[in-house]
């Protein structure tokens, strides 16, 4: 059965649903331009992708298969799903509400200090599955919610809970709160989540560890050293670590590095204003590093730049992040725009009266970062990140014939500088259906949006102050 891109059939759709029940499911999709991220397979023009279950068969071009739902995608891209390497995902019900925010100190007065305590583990469950859904919608098929308001243990099974829920393939990197009261659970309650929800080795959602550099913001017992780290090589699991910035993470990695801490399971994020000492410690034990451009330079974190010449002179490709929805944008869309403009701006900048030349990243740099060097970030290139055959099958299909996309010259430039959310037609994650003729598929939107309102207003109820919805955003 074939299908214009533009012209899909309520036939089509149906046999599309009802193939997510056959666990052998083969989908040929035929006609689009295939930007793979594969360095061995580049970019295809008229070629086709073969899903066979959960995986990527086959790229190429005149590729067959028998009993196969063909879908022409004739008109579109066809990329791997993008890979956000750090979200807080349970803020998401507060989006925006502290949109000006200048510094860090404001934000943790607001969000963390007087609104995360509010939070009971219905609110967790609300705000970590409305971000995970709209990582779908936006094309983003993995993420990693560094989950930092695990007050209770049935915070934490609310967070996870919501990750399996949504069909993301979700990285819960649990740590626990910085202010207010809580059970005091964490670390250990993370053998019981473990146990409980991460027994298999081929799951869709995976357990890490998250802690911070450093203990000047709440004190030592989120901060990473020995003892956290005896907690996750115990568990066999990675470590995502926050606030990798200025002098006093500096110093720390140096310490680790003294102390035999640190190696490729760790995750480094932001890591801005690091000395040059520090990124040295980093590359040569193999740290991945996550960058939140917006981030950065929205809220002026440290010297407020994304420190990617600094990774990329020391032979890390980062990952990128989307970071805190309370005051930054959802997709991965303006990660990749925002740091190619800041990059560009400052080698420009740099080299401007010199004679010299900038040396500038490219479209295809970003992009690397939002897919394949994002996995690897994440420890889960082998599974995800480039339409390689064998890897799982996260994709996404983005309409080249739209308003702001058409005509296609250069399919990577298109998925970096024009295409939107809104160009997104289908998504799939290991080889499942989460987004079809651009809706997100088996998700009631509007009991989403009345549970989303219902938690902001019992957050808002348990707060002090008469007026509820600026006693979130003070």
């Given at each position: 059965?074939?299908?214009?891109?533009?012209?899909?059939?309520?036939?089509?759709?149906?046999?599309?649903?009802?193939?997510?029940?056959?666990?052998?499911?083969?989908?040929?999709?035929?006609?689009?331009t295939?930007?793979?991220?594969?360095?061995?397979?580049?970019?295809?023009?008229?070629?086709?992708?073969?899903?066979?279950?959960?995986?990527?068969?086959?790229?190429?071009?005149?590729?067959?298969?028998?009993?196969?739902?063909?879908?022409?995608l004739?008109?579109?891209?066809?990329?791997?799903?993008?890979?956000?390497?750090?979200?807080?995902?349970?803020?998401?019900?507060?989006r925006?509400?502290?949109?000006?925010?200048?510094?860090?100190?404001?934000?943790?007065?607001?969000?963390?200090?007087?609104?995360?305590?509010?939070?009971?583990?219905?609110?967790?469950?609300?705000?970590?599955?409305?971000?995970?859904?709209?990582?779908?919608?936006?094309?983003i098929?993995?993420?990693?919610?560094?989950?930092?308001?695990?007050?209770?243990?049935?915070?934490?099974?609310?967070?996870?809970?919501?990750?399996?829920?949504?069909?993301?393939?979700?990285?819960?990197?649990?740590?626990?709160?910085?202010?207010?009261?809580?059970?005091?659970?964490?670390?250990?309650?993370?053998?019981?989540?473990?146990?409980?929800?991460?027994?298999?080795?081929?799951?869709?959602?995976?357990?890490?560890?998250?802690?911070l550099?450093?203990?000047?913001?709440?004190?030592?017992?989120?901060?990473?050293?020995?003892d956290?780290?005896?907690?996750?090589?115990?568990?066999?699991?990675?470590?995502?670590?926050?606030?990798?910035?200025?002098?006093?993470?500096?110093?720390a990695?140096?310490?680790?590095?003294?102390?035999?801490?640190?190696?490729?399971?760790?995750?480094?994020?932001?890591?801005?204003?690091?000395?040059?000492?520090?990124?040295?410690?980093?590359?040569?034990?193999?740290?991945?590093v996550?960058?939140?451009?917006?981030?950065?330079?929205?809220?002026g974190?440290?010297d407020?730049?994304?420190?990617?010449?600094?990774?990329?002179?020391?032979?890390?490709?980062?990952?990128?992040?989307?970071?805190?929805?309370?005051?930054?944008?959802?997709?991965?869309?303006?990660?990749?725009?925002?740091?190619?403009?800041?990059?560009?701006?400052?080698?420009?900048?740099?080299?401007y009266?010199?004679?010299t030349?900038p040396?500038?990243?490219?479209?295809?740099?970003?992009?690397?970062?939002?897919?394949?060097s994002?996995?690897?970030?994440?420890?889960?290139?082998?599974?995800?990140g480039?339409?390689?055959?064998?890897?799982?099958?996260?994709?996404?299909?983005?309409?080249?014939?739209?308003?702001?996309?058409?005509?296609?010259?250069?399919?990577?430039?298109?998925?970096?500088?024009?295409?939107?959310?809104?160009?997104?037609?289908?998504?799939?994650v290991?080889?499942?259906?989460?987004?079809?003729?651009?809706r997100?598929?088996?998700?009631?939107?509007?009991?989403?949006?009345?549970?989303?309102?219902?938690?902001?207003?019992?957050?808002?109820?348990?707060?002090?102050?008469?007026?509820?919805?600026?006693?979130?955003?003070?």
């Open positions: 059965m074939t299908s214009r891109p533009r012209q899909r059939s309520a036939a089509l759709s149906t046999t599309l649903l009802a193939a997510e029940a056959d666990p052998r499911r083969t989908i040929l999709l035929t006609g689009a295939v930007v793979t991220m594969d360095p061995a397979l580049g970019i295809l023009h008229g070629a086709d992708v073969l899903i066979q279950g959960d995986r990527i068969a086959d790229v190429g071009h005149r590729l067959h298969a028998t009993d196969a739902v063909v879908v022409d004739t008109g579109s891209v066809v990329a791997p799903g993008f890979v956000d390497t750090h979200r807080h995902a349970w803020q998401a019900q507060m925006r509400t502290i949109p000006d925010v200048d510094d860090l100190a404001g934000y943790l007065t607001s969000t963390l200090a007087r609104v995360a305590p509010a939070y009971r583990p219905h609110d967790m469950y609300v705000g970590t599955r409305l971000a995970a859904l709209t990582a779908l919608d936006c094309g098929t993995t993420m990693l919610d560094f989950s930092h308001n695990s007050r209770t243990g049935a915070h934490s099974d609310a967070a996870v809970t919501a990750l399996i829920d949504s069909g993301i393939r979700g990285v819960h990197a649990a740590m626990g709160p910085h202010f207010g009261s809580w059970d005091r659970q964490w670390p250990a309650d993370l053998t019981r989540l473990k146990n409980t929800y991460f027994s298999a080795g081929d799951q869709l959602v995976t357990l890490r560890l998250a802690a550099a450093t203990p000047d913001i709440a004190g030592p017992h989120l901060a990473y050293g020995p956290l780290a005896r907690v996750a090589a115990d568990l066999d699991i990675g470590v995502s670590l926050d606030v990798m910035f200025g002098p006093a993470a500096s110093e990695i140096l310490r680790w590095q003294r102390a035999g801490l640190l190696g490729p399971h760790l995750e480094s994020i932001h890591s801005t204003a690091l000395s040059a000492d520090a990124w040295s410690a980093l590359r040569d034990a193999g740290v991945t996550s960058l939140a451009p917006t981030s950065d330079t929205q809220i974190l440290e407020a730049v994304p420190p990617v010449d600094e990774a990329l002179s020391h032979g890390i490709r980062p990952g990128l992040s989307i970071d805190v929805e309370v005051a930054l944008a959802s997709d991965m869309f303006t990660q990749m725009r925002t740091l190619l403009s800041v990059q560009r701006m400052r080698a420009v900048h740099s080299a009266g010199t004679g030349a040396a500038r990243i490219t479209t295809s740099d970003v992009l690397d970062f939002a897919t394949l994002g996995a690897r970030t994440l420890g889960l290139d082998a599974v995800t480039s339409l390689t055959p064998g890897k799982q099958a996260d994709l996404i299909v983005v309409d080249a014939e739209d308003l702001n996309t058409m005509p296609l010259h250069d399919p990577v430039g298109t998925l970096v500088l024009g295409a939107d959310r809104s160009n997104i037609t289908a998504v799939w290991a080889g499942r259906l989460r987004k079809w003729d651009r997100l598929v088996g998700v009631d939107i509007a009991d989403l949006r009345d549970q989303v309102h219902a938690s902001v207003e019992s957050i808002a109820a348990r707060l002090p102050g008469p007026d509820r919805q600026e006693a979130i955003a003070r």
